[in-house]
């Protein structure tokens, strides 16, 4: 579903030119939740960066569902972004003077598509997050782990044919981290395909096939069972 063909990112820094990722080819299929490892630096970000058009690559080629992601334009990436790809944050990214609700329903209210069409999909999906009594509060009226269920639902609200999450936990609690990686695991058994990024061997464990990154190439692939949710 997504391909990476020798896709590098480079960037000056001063008078220095840093390469954040190397020549990295890699095949992430349709249902596969893979978690991407590594050290600060390694190239973690710029990977996720790439897979969700929000960068594009200094050479080499990307590819989602056959359609090429490097070469086109901003306007083009960001129909992209929209549509296909849903993205969790480790700092939530909620709007604060929104409800709950009101924040699952942006990325369609960014279409132009009414709330009042949206709103029963997003109260389904706030349901599904445990989240049926949040509905209508606004993000200083929850707890980090709510926050994330609502950015996770936000996620969902256009079907996106890939998860992206970037350290999702890295702002909760060990507790309320173990509940959102079972709630990803729980995702992905659904069929939804995931890329995590993230530092925690705990976390990273949860995927179905792990690979790690040092100094911006792969060092590592492997595939695993993944814990249960």
Known sequence: MIQLKNASKSYMQGAREVH????VSLNIGKGEFLSVMGASGSGKSTLLNLIGGL???SGGEIFMDG????GISDDELTLIRRRRVGFIFQFFNLLPVLTAAENVSLPLLLEGTPFSQIQPKAVDLLKKMGLEERVDHRPEQLSGGEMQRVAIARALVTNPAVLLADEPTGNLDSHTSEEIFMLL???HEQGQTIVMVTHDPRAAA???RIVTLKDGAISEDITTGGLEA
Do not use: E, I, T
């Open 20 to 23: 954040a990722l190397r020549n």
């Open 55 to 57: 960068d594009q690559p």
């Open 67 to 70: 359609k090429p992601l490097h």
């Open 185 to 187: 695991k729980s995702l």
């Open 206 to 208: 949860y995927g179905s």
